[in-house]
């Protein structure tokens, strides 16, 4: 008897589990076609097992098309320029020859012939450690596209038309300040640079606030080139003397004996320097030295741009890479947006090198930035 | 001998002041509204600039426009240029790369005077 009711029981329970796994199969298959987004699992070949219609409604393709072909060889795959990625670099194959997951931006061709943005994301299917499948996860991102392209526009727009009138006041003070019309009082010359310099926070202002919104929009790609470093910072420094003659300040570069050449995004760094040189003349008093510092070996390049202001308390230092902070000092009134360093540590992040500072306040500060001699890619 | 500059600037009041501080510099200052009229200028005109200063947002014909069609004409090639604009994005900036012989310098970062040094140093 006990027997018998034991075989009862177990074929309930079997029933149970047999129901309860039909239900989850259910439920995973009115997963994998209601997610709203395109949806594909692939066997260990890469072959498609199961698509979704989402998927084939993005990919322009029928079902019967698809089922049991190898991935790569039912839909051509472009990058950003809309060249044909190889097959060994579709995020699929990438899959299967990493075991990690890969997240891309690509383009599709439906046969068609229309170009459809897609974002991907494609995880191994993993059992005992080895990948037996893959499941693709994707979306149609043409609203994206265009919002980022919107915004884009909107920023350049917008600070060219910020600057214009800046740039007249500039212009016009600018004339009469550097004596292209005449004499003016000493009085007149103090008002007038007050206006000249609030209109010059004015202009840093909305080229701190540009970089920031292009760094923020993910469009800070590099655009690596061989560059002679030695002549760019000479360059630079140029620039600035007469800026720095305002301030009696010295700008002294110092060089290494043979020209350094390397591997970066001459633009970005000019722009980096730059901001380090704007905070070093803010920062420093009449009559003191900034020095350039230039130094390069088989690994790293560094660029130290180094004053004798008023620089900054060891509690502050924490703060001074974050965004709009401010860090209140003898001449924090000269103004800023507190964008500056952020931007700036996010330019050399992004060549895969490192923004440093040393500071002693009431010594002076010296920014460093490290940057590796060989940049590990080039656009 | 002065030196012949050819400003090509659509906004009226920056038309004014480059002008004004050129002369002063002892320039001989020809100007352009647009890239059409610069273009058309430099076609007809018995001795060409040593010197162009250029905006490149400007109504009729762009200064991106005016390079493209200039650069095509091999009695110009000798010209300078100093790119002058507040448009300093990336893709602008990279556009520009194409053309190697020409300056870029951002219109609200320089003053007078430094500009008068910016076109000297090309010169």
Known sequence: MTHATDEVSRTNSDKTIASAKQHSNLAADMLFESIGEGAIITDENGDISKINDVALRIMGLKRKDVLHKWYPSIITAEDEMGQELPKLERPITEVFITGLPVYKRIFYRRPSGERVPIAVTVSPLMSEGRPIGAIQVFRDITDEIELERAKDEFISIASHQLRTPATVVKQYIGMVLEGYVGDITDEQRAMLTTAYESNERQITIVNDLLAVAQAASNKLKLNIETTNLTALLSHIAKNYRETYKKKALQLHVVLPAEDVVVDLDSNKIRMVVENLLDNAYKYSEKNTEVTITLGSDKTVTTIAVGDQGVGIEEKDLPKLFQKFSRIDNPLSYEGGTGLGLYWAKRLIDQHKGELQVESKSGVGTTFIIKLPTHQPYKS | ?123
Do not use: C, W
């Open chain 2, 1 to 123: 001998m002065s030196t012949h500059l050819l400003l090509v600037e659509d906004d009226p009041l920056l038309r004014k002041a480059f002008t004004t501080v050129f002369t002063k510099e002892n320039f001989t200052v020809t100007t352009a509204e647009n890239g059409k009229e610069a273009l058309d200028f430099l076609r007809s005109t018995q001795k060409l600039p040593d010197v162009i200063i250029l905006d490149l947002l400007m109504p009729v014909m762009s200064g991106l426009e005016f390079l493209q069609l200039y650069r095509a004409e091999t009695a110009l090639q000798n010209i300078k240029i100093l790119i002058l604009s507040n448009l300093s994005d990336e893709k602008t900036i990279q556009t520009l790369k194409k053309y190697k012989n020409e300056t870029y310098t951002l219109k609200s970062n320089v003053s007078p005077r430094q500009l008068v040094s910016a076109v000297r140093a090309i010169l």
